[in-house]
């Protein structure tokens, strides 16, 4: 029995009319009774008197329309359940860089978990490069990211950047001048950044070019966690994310006259059957980056 039929006899029998029911559904009334005259036969039964000027139900008529109305209710129900469970449960893979992790991801994990309660998030932490990798190789669904991945069907959203400061552990900091500090005054000291042709490593290695000079030491690191152990035991000056949760009363945050470019940032998916629901949950990513960006400069 095709639900398309039932919904042409509803209509018809609700509007009292062939051509009104044609106009509506945007077929032609020969259609309309076509269908009405498959569900007849099916049913070996006449649905409407047609003895008179006006469309009335017969009494199967009547009959039929109160279970074809339960009918479509109940397809309406099935396919409003499915979709919400195509797109609102399963897994996503989400590949995503550490300096996410220590801004406003907990924040991007409970706006999922209020929009989609059912879905499942599996998260992998690497730099920028690996996680490219990995999601080239189908690995990974969706990219949280410091870089673009332009490939076919994929598709992607820049976000917010994170803003970049110099800090320096309490002691260290104790013996730097006081005031706005140059690149020269810190440049005897070890750098601490993020890994090797990362763009805060590139970046920082062009400000120092630019004066000249070459820090003596730069550690490059992957984990930010151990950056600012490593800051906070004043083996170097390091560069963090402005408004993580690594600021501690143990840094000091550096006034420098040369500041780092922002660090950009890019949600990136492939575009599959789920398209719809990675597009959802890059929009709140974006929502998500935003506010953080607005609260850190609160």
């Given at each position: 029995?095709?639900?398309?039929?039932?919904?042409?006899?509803v209509r018809v029998a609700s509007l009292g009319s062939f051509r009104a029911a044609a106009a509506q559904l945007n077929v032609s009334q020969a259609a309309v009774s076509s269908r009405i005259l498959a569900l007849e036969t099916?049913?070996?039964?006449?649905?409407?008197?047609r003895e008179h000027h006006e469309i009335r139900l017969t009494a199967a008529g009547t009959i039929m329309m109160d279970k074809a109305l339960r009918v479509l209710a109940a397809e309406r129900s099935l396919r409003a359940a499915m979709n919400t469970a195509v797109?609102?449960?399963?897994?996503?893979?989400?590949?995503?860089?550490?300096?996410?992790?220590?801004?406003?991801?907990?924040?991007?994990?409970a706006e999922v978990a209020t929009a989609?309660?059912?879905?499942?998030?599996e998260l992998t932490v690497e730099p920028t490069s690996n996680l490219a990798t990995q999601f080239e190789r189908g690995s990974l669904d969706m990219l949280l990211t410091t870089d673009e991945t332009p490939a076919e069907a994929?598709?992607?959203i820049?976000?917010?950047p994170l803003e970049l400061a110099w800090y320096a552990g309490i002691e260290l900091a104790s013996t730097l001048p006081a005031g706005t500090l140059s690149i020269p005054q810190i440049a005897a000291y070890p750098l601490i950044t993020f890994t090797r042709k990362s763009r805060p490593y590139l970046a920082t290695l062009e400000l120092f070019n630019e004066h000249g000079l070459r820090p003596p030491v730069m550690h490059c690191v992957t984990s930010l966690d151990a950056i600012v152990r490593l800051t906070e035991r004043g083996l170097g000056v390091a560069t963090l994310?402005?408004?993580?949760?690594?600021e501690s009363s143990s840094l000091v945050r550096l006034d420098l006259e040369a500041q780092l470019p922002a660090l950009p940032l890019y949600c990136t998916w492939r575009e599959t059957s789920d398209s719809s629901l990675y597009r959802a949950i890059g929009e709140l990513a974006a929502a998500c980056a935003q506010a953080h960006a607005l609260a850190s400069k609160a």
């Open positions: 029995m095709n639900t398309r039929f039932l919904e042409t006899f099916e049913f070996d039964t006449q649905l409407f008197d797109i609102g449960s399963g897994r996503v893979r989400l590949g995503l860089v550490s300096s996410v992790v220590h801004t406003w991801l907990c924040d991007l994990i989609f309660p059912q879905l499942e998030l994929v598709s992607s820049s976000l917010h994310p402005c408004g993580s949760d690594l």
